[in-house]
């Protein structure tokens, strides 16, 4: 059974960070790629970072760019995002999302691309 499993979140000031984390099981996870999602209440969710587990090739939003970073490890079958400089708009529900890395079809901030969820971590930055 896949699993994907979000951690980290929780209540920060702006200009503070967080670390999440997403420890996954069920799957070989060097063949996955790792999408970071958020969705803030009333609004769609959005793509925020993906990595390519084949290159190590990373994506990310524009709003985001320069204060946070996706990463990975094999190892341990876990996806992280590093969330630094955070904003009061950051706040969200962010989730982590897989999809198989051979998998070219769609964009990777289009939620359809991935095919697992995991049930979402809370984030919430005070101004």
């Known amino acids: 059974e896949v699993q994907l499993v979000e951690s980290g979140g929780g209540l920060v000031q702006a200009g503070g960070s967080l670390r999440l984390s997403c420890a996954a099981s069920g799957f070989t996870f060097d063949d996955y790629d790792i999408g970071w999602f958020r969705q803030a209440p009333g609004k769609e969710r959005e793509g925020v970072a993906c990595?390519?587990?084949?290159?190590?090739?990373?994506h990310y939003a524009d709003s985001v760019k320069g204060r946070f970073t996706i990463s990975s490890d094999n190892a341990k079958s876990t996806g992280y995002l590093q969330m630094n400089s955070l904003k009061p708009e950051d706040t969200a529900v962010y989730y982590c999302a897989t999809v198989n890395a051979h998998f070219t079809g769609l964009s990777w901030d289009w939620p359809l691309r991935y095919d697992y969820w995991g049930q979402g971590t809370q984030v919430t930055v005070s101004s």
């Open positions: 990595i390519n587990s084949i290159d190590g090739s990373t």
